[in-house]
């Protein structure tokens, strides 16, 4: 939080000596949000960022402008499907993307905007994590995957019927979601050939910062399986009723049910877990068995073993 730039809200009465000129007047409502914080890892640019934006923004039709404290201009480009979906000023132009940076207000006052209308800040989600809090919101983390579909112009709304009309048997696709450093499975080949004798359609993918073609990859399957990792997030483009296998690496439980578990439940996805041994593990084959790695790998942790722990 030590990089998210504060705001002062300030009360002054109309036509006080105090109140600036306006530089620019805009019609349109406005939304303030950050981009600063942990933004940068795509599970936090859903959960904090997109769909608490989605969530404030959306009741406007479009007809809101987005102005953004903390600018990043590699997430505007990453993510201009979603915002253009959500602002109709969010448009192209010579410059790049006509964007709001309402940090870049001069002191001597020449740029101050006016609106009639401003939202400081997004709302919250509820207590899981990549969800929509109801209380305060008229939409659903179901409306917003519908909403990441139109953005993104995906087909498939819902995952395959493993019968069609009980004539005719279709083979499932699987992804199954690889990475190359930490956490990556040692076995994929084996679990492929399994799957494919299980009567899936397999496919391996790495999913890379390209969101745009993640999200078809992604919503192109009826069951993904990957380790604990950002990667995972992109089941908010997955259809309806498909299936989120989650390969929990040696004692992540509770991060891996926070993140990625509990908040399919809302999502309309199916999730089904594998929680590795200690026996399964690289790391038992690197460490001898009293190490603390595998003993007590909490306070391995704290004391900044990290690297060593990645591995598991």
């Known amino acids: 939080m030590e990089s998210v730039r504060e705001w002062t809200v300030k009360v002054v009465p109309k036509n006080h000596q105090d109140l600036p000129h306006c530089s620019r007047v805009h019609d349109s409502p406005g939304v303030i949000f950050s981009l600063a914080?942990?933004?940068?890892?795509?599970?936090?640019?859903?959960?904090?960022?997109l769909i608490p934006l989605f969530a404030t923004a959306r009741p406007f039709n479009r007809q809101v402008k987005l102005l953004i404290t903390d600018y990043r201009k590699w997430f505007?480009?990453?993510?201009?499907?979603?915002?253009?979906?959500?602002?109709?000023?969010?448009?192209?132009?010579?410059?790049?993307y006509e964007m709001v940076d309402i940090d870049d207000v001069q002191e001597d006052g020449k740029n101050i905007h006016c609106f009639s209308r401003l939202t400081l800040g997004l709302k919250g989600r509820q207590s899981n994590e990549l969800s929509i809090n109801t209380s305060e919101s008229e939409f659903t983390i179901i409306d917003f995957k519908k909403?990441?579909?139109?953005?993104?112009?995906?087909?498939?709304?819902?995952?395959?019927?493993?019968?069609?009309?009980?004539?005719?048997?279709?083979?499932?696709?699987?992804?199954?979601?690889?990475?190359?450093?930490?956490?990556?499975?040692?076995?994929?080949?084996?679990?492929?050939?399994?799957?494919?004798?299980?009567?899936f359609k397999v496919t391996i993918a790495e999913i890379d910062a390209n969101v745009s073609k993640s999200a078809e990859v992604i919503n192109s399957c009826d069951v993904v399986l990957g380790v604990h990792?950002?990667?995972?997030?992109?089941?908010?483009?997955?259809?309806?009723?498909?299936?989120?296998?989650?390969?929990?690496?040696?004692?992540?439980?509770?991060?891996?049910?926070?993140?990625?578990?509990?908040?399919?439940?809302?999502?309309?996805?199916?999730?089904?877990?594998?929680?590795?041994?200690?026996?399964?593990s690289s790391l038992s084959k690197k460490y001898p068995p009293d190490h603390a790695v595998l003993t007590n790998p909490k306070l391995f942790v704290m004391k900044d073993h990290t690297t060593e722990f990645a591995e598991c």
Not at 78 to 93: D, G, H
Not at 147 to 154: H, P
Not at 236 to 260: C, G, H, M, R, S
Request: hydrophobic content about 40%; aromatic content about 10%.
């Open 229 to 280: 990792g950002a990667a995972l997030t992109n089941m908010v483009f997955l259809p309806e009723n498909a299936v989120q296998i989650q390969v929990v690496p040696f004692d992540t439980d509770w991060i891996a049910k926070n993140a990625y578990g509990d908040p399919t439940k809302d999502m309309g996805v199916r999730y089904l877990e594998y929680k590795i041994g200690i026996e399964e």
């Open 37 to 49: 914080g942990f933004c940068g890892n795509v599970f936090h640019s859903f959960s904090d960022v």
């Open 147 to 199: 909403f990441l579909r139109s953005a993104y112009s995906l087909r498939k709304t819902t995952a395959i019927k493993l019968q069609d009309g009980g004539k005719k048997k279709l083979a499932p696709v699987l992804l199954i979601v690889t990475r190359r450093r930490t956490r990556a499975l040692s076995n994929v080949e084996e679990v492929e050939r399994m799957a494919v004798q299980l009567g």
């Open 76 to 96: 505007i480009y990453k993510f201009i499907p979603i915002l253009q979906a959500l602002s109709r000023y969010s448009t192209f132009c010579n410059s790049g």
